[in-house]
């Protein structure tokens, strides 16, 4: 006779020794999501504090009849979309070399992540010092080599490129350990039996690199766009959002929608859309890793 799971004394110690941090994580992040869901099918505002009456889907509906929320959804995607591209590519590049080098290889890959060891504020904060129009060292340097002064945050037209820039520059050492990682594992035989048919190295990378390296590409790509998707200091710090609407992605639309617009309800239902476009990705993401096994 089969015993129930539930009997098993392995199973009761297991479930005895994950209760306390299940449980941490049922208060810590939990309860903030059920609130947050309330609030958003709720009547509360900054000015009017109470969740009844409740309106169902009204705040949702609310806030995509808006089009700035369908802006902001759009940079969101196109700056999500620019800085992962940015990253794998150079990241990737970047892999290729160290892969080759053999000497101080540890040196470089401590160097490497010190961007990505930084927090996102200070280096909004160091890039907003060395962007600034009048004492700026980027406009100093260009001032020096005869170019006219640029307002990388002040113009519409540069700003989001600019901020997508600097996201490249921090992130773009997470991609670099994960891919160098990939290209460690990879084996050497199908590169010996290339050589042999006199494949060249830019053929070897075509057929035989990029093939093999592409589930682990494919988690680093993953887990940057989820990460981009829910990008909020830079644009915080470097640009609030503008000049105008140039660079108000989705995460700070809700800010901007509950806390300045004082409608907590439709800024949680912007979250919420937000929300679902990352658990998407996260799925996604967890679907890769199990075709890969």
Not at 17 to 32: D, E, K, N, S
Not at 267 to 278: D, E, R
């Given at each position: 006779m089969?015993?129930?799971?539930?009997?098993?004394r392995d199973w009761r110690t297991g479930w005895a020794f994950a209760a306390p941090g299940l449980l941490t994580l049922a208060v810590v992040m939990g309860f903030p999501l059920v609130y947050a869901a309330l609030i958003s099918l709720s009547s509360l505002t900054l000015l009017k504090p109470m969740l009844?009456?409740?309106v169902g889907l009204k705040n949702f509906a609310t806030v995509m009849a808006d089009p700035l929320f369908w802006s902001a959804l759009w940079l969101t995607i196109k700056y999500s979309l620019v800085t992962v591209l940015g990253e794998f590519v150079v990241g990737l590049g970047i892999a290729l070399m160290l892969n080759r080098t053999v000497t101080m290889k540890p040196v470089y890959f401590a160097v490497l992540t010190i961007p990505m060891?930084?927090?996102?504020v200070s280096v909004a904060l160091i890039w907003r010092m060395l962007l600034q129009p009048n004492l700026g060292i980027a406009n100093q340097v260009m001032e020096s080599l005869g170019l006219p002064r640029i307002d990388w945050l002040g113009n519409a037209d540069l700003a989001l490129w600019t901020m997508a820039a600097i996201d490249i520059w921090q992130q773009t050492s997470f991609v670099v350990l994960i891919l160098a990682a990939g290209l460690a594992s990879l084996p050497r035989d199908p590169y010996e039996a290339a050589e042999v048919d006199g494949a060249t190295p830019l053929q070897q990378f075509w057929y035989i690199t990029l093939p093999m390296l592409r589930p682990v590409a494919a988690i680093a790509v993953i887990i940057?766009?989820?990460n981009e998707f829910r990008t909020y200091d830079l644009p915080y710090i470097l640009t609030?959002?503008?000049p105008g609407n140039a660079t108000e992605v989705l995460s700070f639309f809700a800010y901007r929608r509950a806390f300045l617009g004082l409608s907590l309800n439709e800024g949680a239902a912007a979250a919420?859309?937000?929300l679902l476009i990352v658990l998407g990705l996260t799925?996604?993401?967890?679907?890769?890793l199990e075709r890969r096994r």
């Amino acid at each position: 006779m089969r015993v129930p799971a539930f009997a098993d004394r392995d199973w009761r110690t297991g479930w005895a020794f994950a209760a306390p941090g299940l449980l941490t994580l049922a208060v810590v992040m939990g309860f903030p999501l059920v609130y947050a869901a309330l609030i958003s099918l709720s009547s509360l505002t900054l000015l009017k504090p109470m969740l009844q009456p409740f309106v169902g889907l009204k705040n949702f509906a609310t806030v995509m009849a808006d089009p700035l929320f369908w802006s902001a959804l759009w940079l969101t995607i196109k700056y999500s979309l620019v800085t992962v591209l940015g990253e794998f590519v150079v990241g990737l590049g970047i892999a290729l070399m160290l892969n080759r080098t053999v000497t101080m290889k540890p040196v470089y890959f401590a160097v490497l992540t010190i961007p990505m060891a930084m927090s996102p504020v200070s280096v909004a904060l160091i890039w907003r010092m060395l962007l600034q129009p009048n004492l700026g060292i980027a406009n100093q340097v260009m001032e020096s080599l005869g170019l006219p002064r640029i307002d990388w945050l002040g113009n519409a037209d540069l700003a989001l490129w600019t901020m997508a820039a600097i996201d490249i520059w921090q992130q773009t050492s997470f991609v670099v350990l994960i891919l160098a990682a990939g290209l460690a594992s990879l084996p050497r035989d199908p590169y010996e039996a290339a050589e042999v048919d006199g494949a060249t190295p830019l053929q070897q990378f075509w057929y035989i690199t990029l093939p093999m390296l592409r589930p682990v590409a494919a988690i680093a790509v993953i887990i940057q766009l989820i990460n981009e998707f829910r990008t909020y200091d830079l644009p915080y710090i470097l640009t609030k959002g503008g000049p105008g609407n140039a660079t108000e992605v989705l995460s700070f639309f809700a800010y901007r929608r509950a806390f300045l617009g004082l409608s907590l309800n439709e800024g949680a239902a912007a979250a919420f859309v937000l929300l679902l476009i990352v658990l998407g990705l996260t799925i996604l993401f967890f679907a890769t890793l199990e075709r890969r096994r």
